[in-house]
């Protein structure tokens, strides 16, 4: 019986091992990603998905709701296709303005814009049903895991990794990690990583 008590000794201490090890990579998962900062909603950029409502205060005809389409541009009447993603709503706000005046079409445009919907984010990994989901301001990490119906019993809950779009129309996506009380941005892709026992 004693001679069975120094290997099975070893095999426990070798899986109490393997299992530090198995918690210590999934903590790198995220732990090795920078955080990324509470996104700016004042100075929001529109990006392909959004939902905008144009309103033109001379013309109503000219009044409209518009997708911002994958190519970053919406199609606006009697101006054609108009440059959107990247700008925020003031910047793109002049920009019909300016194009209604220098076409003659109105004299002195005033027009307003307004997200109307914001694109989705994207709540993948362990979560109860990973899929996109509508994006609200001041949405956190947490609320987005709420409405992917809640962590699986192998998710990690403390931490996730967001891929988050860049601002700039061809600027490529940045990634870092997020806490459950982080603010996320539109368009934002949550992975919640798995949790090794």
Known sequence: MRRHARP????RSLVALSGLWLLAACAVQTSALAPLPDPDVTDYHLG???EIRVITYDDTQLSNDFTVGADGTIS?????????????????EGQIADAL???????EPSVSVQVV??????????V????????????TMLDAVALAGGFTYRAVTDSATDQRSSDEPAGQPVEGSVGP??????GDVITIPQRYF
């Not at 919907?117 to 362990?126: A, D, N």
């Not at 109860?128 to 949405?139: D, E, F, K, V, W």
């Not at 009380?181 to 539109?186: I, K, M, Q």
Request: hydrophobic content about 35%; overall charge positive.
């Open 8 to 11: 099975l000794k070893m095999f």
């Open 48 to 50: 392909a998905g959004d």
């Open 76 to 92: 606006f009447p009697l101006l054609g296709t108009l440059q959107a993603s990247g700008l925020t709503v003031r910047e793109l």
């Open 101 to 107: 005046k220098n076409q003659k079409l109105l004299s």
């Open 117 to 126: 919907q914001y694109r989705p984010i994207s709540v993948l990994g362990e």
């Open 128 to 139: 109860n049903r990973p899929g996109q989901y509508p994006y609200q301001p001041g949405m």
């Open 181 to 186: 009380g982080s603010n996320l941005a539109p």
